[in-house]
Each structure stands twice: as C-alpha cells, then as structure tokens.
C-alpha cells in the first residue's frame, strides 16, 4: 500500500481558489483519484489520473478542477478554480495497488485501497 497524506484545504467565498496536494511515499504503477464526502451526501468521486496520465472528472467538476502531477516528488495536485458552496466536503486522496496499471480510471471504489486522512474545504457563499 501507498502511504498517502493530503493538504491544502481551507475556506473560501465563492468563486474562490484552493490547490490540495496528494503526497505518496511511492506511486509506481498506480491511479489515484480524488474523493469528496459532503454533508449529507454520500463520498463521490471528483478527479482521477490514471497510470499513464489520463485524466477525468465528475460531471460537476469538469472544466473547473484541473488534477496533476509532480512525478519527481511523488506528489499530485488538485486546483480548483471558481469553487462553489457545493464543493464543500472533507476531500481524500487515494491510490489502487502501485503494481498494476490502469488504462482509464477504475469505476469502481473498491480498487483504491490506499487512502489518506483527508483535508477539509469548506466554500461559504
């Protein structure tokens, strides 16, 4: 397993910029994606890179988060740009198994199995 560690939340007002980080002890092979728990609603997906650096996002973040990464560093970042009140959540990062690769995101949780301890961002209006 990857040991994972996020940061970069905060709040903001609408419309607002945050860039959350995703440091990993190794990477290798793995996707790592991006999660969101928000209040009262159940934990989403919100942006993922797979193993060879494809990208995708949900629905509601697509054109306004953009995910990267640092390979040098074993870092990923997620900027998000013109946050809204309902971007706000507990947000976690997560990695699938440094030992198999991923041609497109999994569709599925349950191959993330590494995650961290989350960061909070809260976008008041």
């Known amino acids: 397993q990857v040991q994972l560690v996020e940061s970069g939340g905060g709040s903001v007002r609408t419309g607002g910029t945050l860039r959350l980080s995703c440091a990993g002890t190794t990477f290798s092979r793995a996707a790592v994606g991006w999660f969101r728990r928000s209040p009262g609603k159940a934990r989403e997906g919100v942006a993922c890179?797979?193993?060879?650096?494809?990208?995708d996002y949900s629905v509601s973040t697509r054109g306004r988060f953009t995910f990267s990464k640092e390979n040098a560093n074993n870092i990923f970042y997620l900027q998000m740009n013109s946050l809204k009140p309902e971007d706000t959540g507990m947000y976690y990062c997560?990695?699938?198994?440094?030992?198999?690769?991923?041609?497109?995101?999994?569709?599925?949780?349950?191959?993330?199995?590494?995650w961290g301890q989350g960061t909070q961002v809260t976008v008041s209006s």
């Open positions: 890179i797979d193993s060879f650096g494809g990208t």
């Open positions: 997560a990695a699938t198994s440094p030992s198999k690769s991923w041609a497109g995101c999994p569709a599925e949780d349950k191959h993330y199995i590494s």
